[in-house]
């Protein structure tokens, strides 16, 4: 669909100023055996933005033949998590029995609630010659009315999510409301994350009736107020603010996120995230017991021959 002409006349040049700015973000790069992963959130500076609680930067990576990434399953509690690839692909496979390959501008949207376990690699067919990855994952807390609820999977191709064109600017809204447009991804809260891609010069208007906002910049450069921020950088802006950034030279790849903040401060412990460190301890011990027949957590069917043990 082409971009909405109402909210064009009212992006300024100048919007805002550095003030704007509540937070800035550098997360450091760690390489874990050859596999880049840049994490923005949590930050000392800010534990969340609305109720994105994670946010890794994956790659970009260059895999050889008979190469790739294996995250052996591993459970998760209290939250859901998005996987969005900018190149490559990977195969998610679930105790829920999913088991689902994931491609450029698709969504993986997985909840879960009272407790899941996934897995996450390179497929055995894409072993098969060289192979790249790059993508973004995070995690979103789930309201407390909702850390209970049943775990669950959806994933959405490409052409079903909202697609905003038009003024040097493409958008593909992956979660939640934004512009005038919603994804069609369940959510338990306002939300919103998207994907934005600037051509120089172009113009973007962040949303403005989210309690919450922020950007990450991917490739490229933007200005706020003549401000320059590179590649690379998280920032959250002071709510209420109007703003618009502008894309560099070479434009600009964001992801825009945001959304209503929760009612309490969320735990994290591992993969672990709860508004109570009792549940976090239950989770913990229902790990430990290693009961995957009847126990919390169960193993993906068929990926049962190993899995992450508790950390120490």
């Known amino acids: 669909m082409s971009w ?36 923005a959130l949590p930050s000392a ?4 933005v609305g109720p994105f609680v994670f946010f890794d930067q ?7 033949t008979g190469q790739g990434i294996d995250v052996r399953p591993h459970p998760h509690i209290g939250l859901a998590t998005v996987t969005y690839l900018y190149d490559g692909e990977f195969q998610h496979r679930d105790s829920l029995g999913t088991n689902q390959m994931i491609y450029p501008g698709e969504v993986n949207w997985m909840i879960a609630g009272n407790g899941v376990t996934h897995s996450e690699r ?4 894409t072993r098969t010659g060289a192979s790249r990855l790059f993508g973004i994952q995070t995690w979103v807390a ?3 009315h909702a850390e209970e609820t049943d775990a669950g999977f959806e994933h959405h191709k490409s052409e079903v999510l909202p697609f905003l064109q038009g003024e040097g600017k493409e958008i593909r809204l992956i979660i939640g409301q934004a512009w005038g447009e919603r994804a069609p991804t369940k959510t338990f809260s306002e939300m919103f994350y998207a994907d934005a891609v600037l051509e120089a010069g172009a113009m973007l208007p962040m949303p403005d009736d989210h309690e919450d906002r922020g950007l990450y910049v991917t490739n490229g450069s933007i200005s706020v107020s003549g401000d320059t921020f590179e590649k690379g950088q998280m920032m959250v802006f002071r709510p209420g603010d109007a703003i618009t950034v502008k894309a560099g030279p070479e434009g600009a790849r964001l992801m825009v996120l945001g959304g209503e903040t929760l009612n309490g401060p969320r735990y994290i ?6 508004s109570s460190r009792e549940k976090i301890e239950a989770a913990k011990d229902a790990w430990a017991a290693g009961d995957w027949e009847h126990g919390r957590f169960q193993l993906p069917p068929d990926d049962r021959d190993e899995f992450i043990p508790l950390p120490d």
Not at 58 to 64: K, L, N
Not at 122 to 125: F, H, R, Y
């Open 4 to 39: 909405n002409p109402a909210i064009e006349p009212q992006c300024p040049d100048n919007a805002g100023s550095r003030d704007a700015i509540e937070t800035l973000i550098v997360p450091r790069a760690r390489d874990i055996g050859g596999f880049e992963v840049r994490r």
């Open 45 to 48: 500076g800010r534990r969340m």
């Open 58 to 64: 994956m790659g970009p990576a260059e895999f050889i």
């Open 122 to 125: 390179t497929s055995e067919q």
């Open 142 to 144: 789930l309201p407390e």
């Open 269 to 274: 412990w591992w993969n672990f995230v709860a």
